[in-house]
């Protein structure tokens, strides 16, 4: 049964807005590192010179956010309140959202910095899929290749408030790209608010959230090795991290 990956890696030499640092522990620190633990908290004295070439274990130590590399969005990523109740965090989501049926949407032929309702409905005509209630939905916008770069933060595609309710319309609750964010860029963004005045262009997926409950997998990437846009599975449990507004993931696809 073939297995896609679907994730970017967390990498600390790969440009990021706010910067991942990876320490690394060599094994040969951790033997006396784990030696003085011993020491320390379980009062056992240990000498870590009688290991094999006087190692033991590596350990790596990183500071990063939720939100660098693959990984999911929870309901309270979107606000404090929601008009359905409390948010949930990403430790509370039910697990069988995130082991589906998927279906893969291409956003590459779009002229603009976001897709509406009507775009989504011709592409899901064209391919001749039409989602169930509680598949998973991937967006195809091309932009994983220039993850790593300033590049992938500033060119890709996102979606609308009509488009978003769209996909929620027919039941979907865990929506996924290979963007950035769901949403607009954050200067085209911006630039449309400044020139309308309007508040509703503003994080628009993510601020539909407020109102109705669902799931975003941001920074997905190798959609296209996928064979065909539908018939596989996608799996995507997200890591339980207690009160946390999102979660890494290692997504993939089962053919």
């Known amino acids: 049964m073939p297995i896609i990956d679907l994730s970017t890696p967390v990498d600390a030499a790969a440009w990021e807005p706010e910067p991942v640092i990876h320490d690394v522990m060599t094994p040969a620190q951790g033997a006396v590192h784990m030696a003085e633990e011993m020491a320390l908290h379980f009062g056992v004295d240990f000498d870590p010179s009688v290991l094999p070439d006087g190692e033991l274990l590596s350990v790596d130590t990183l500071t990063l956010t939720t939100h660098t590399g693959t990984h999911i969005?929870?309901?309270?990523?979107?606000?404090?309140?929601?008009?359905?109740?409390?948010?949930?965090?990403?430790?509370?989501?039910?697990?069988?959202?995130?082991?589906?049926?998927?279906?893969?949407?291409?956003?590459?032929?779009?002229?603009?910095?976001t897709?509406?309702?009507?775009?989504?409905?011709?592409?899901?005509?064209?391919?001749?899929?039409?989602?169930?209630?509680?598949?998973?939905?991937?967006?195809?916008?091309?932009?994983?290749?220039w993850a790593g770069t300033p590049r992938y933060f500033t060119e890709f595609t996102g979606l609308d408030a009509s488009a978003t309710n769209f996909l929620l319309d027919k039941g979907i609750r865990v929506i996924g790209t290979d963007a950035f964010s769901l949403d607009a860029p954050f200067g085209a963004m911006l630039k449309r608010f400044n020139e309308t005045g309007d508040r509703g262009v503003l994080w628009p997926a993510h601020f539909t959230g407020r109102d109705r409950e669902f799931c975003q997998i941001e920074r997905l990437a190798n959609l296209d090795a996928l064979p065909q846009p539908y018939g596989f599975t996608v799996s995507c449990l997200p890591i339980k991290i207690k009160g946390a507004g999102a979660g890494w993931t290692r997504a993939v696809a089962i053919v």
Not at 86 to 92: A, K, M, S, T
Not at 123 to 139: K, M, N, S, T, W
Request: include cysteine.
């Open 73 to 113: 969005d929870a309901p309270s990523h979107y606000g404090s309140k929601a008009s359905y109740g409390v948010p949930r965090h990403i430790d509370e989501m039910p697990l069988d959202w995130f082991h589906r049926p998927a279906v893969c949407l291409d956003l590459r032929s779009a002229t603009g910095p």
């Open 115 to 145: 897709v509406d309702a009507d775009f989504l409905d011709k592409e899901l005509a064209r391919i001749g899929y039409q989602p169930q209630p509680l598949d998973i939905v991937l967006l195809h916008t091309g932009a994983s290749a």
